[in-house]
């Protein structure tokens, strides 16, 4: 009797990175790469030229590099190198600080500006992503605070675009490895240790942070919320009017190490 073999069909799946080499993007990267990773191509989009990860051999590495401040000014040249990717997810963990970009002008030009313009850029309606985007906690548009109050800016901007969109709501970023010096994260950091001991709410590794970012993407921003590993959409979040019927996730700092701990087997 002649036995018949079941074949695996391969899915062709591509993520597209913004922000490789930060406190989350770089290793996010390394997850996206990885011989674990549900992607085959790998797109990463950056400022400079860097060396290319250690990848498995699975997944197909490509790095782009723009000139973000021409994206910005809407440069055709600039725009049509995000053509033709087709995305399935897009992963977002670009940003600055006013210290880092030297005014608050540049700031909001960098850290919002910069990151709307990539992601229209991607956009393809016909060929619709997923958006996840690591933003901060306590981040809402409405906030006094201009780091807060851009990062909030930048989540509406990026759900009013994208018809699926997660944001990642991290408190204190455990293990972040800087190339800038940040006095503040130093001094605090005993601090959230001591606190992360009685409370999910304050920190989380940034591998854990890139690992909850891929795991999100897989599950979408509605099973996120069926299952509770999502918090509501607060009043205040504004969308543009031609936004109504988009999902939308926010995960906080506690669904991050849910999503990232073993499964407990009943």
Known sequence: MATTTAV??????????????????TPLLGQLVSESSPYTRVVSFARREHPAPPSSGKVKFEEVVVDFEKLFQKDVSEQAKFADIKADAVFITMGTTRAAAGSGAAFEKIDRGYVLAAAKALHDPKHPA??????????????????LKSKGLTEEGL???????????PGFLQNAQRKESRVLERLSQPLFNLGAKISDSLQADVKDVAAAMVKAAQLGPEKLNDQVLATPLPNNFRLEPEAAGHQIAIVLNNHILQLTRPQQSS
């Open 159 to 169: 759900a009013s675009m994208y018809a699926k969109t997660i944001i990642i709501r």
């Open 8 to 25: 695996t069909a391969v899915t062709e799946a591509t993520a597209v990175i913004l922000g490789a080499t930060g406190a989350v993007g």
């Open 130 to 147: 997923t958006m996840v985007y690591c933003s901060s906690g306590s981040a809402s548009s409405a906030s006094r605070f201009p780091y």
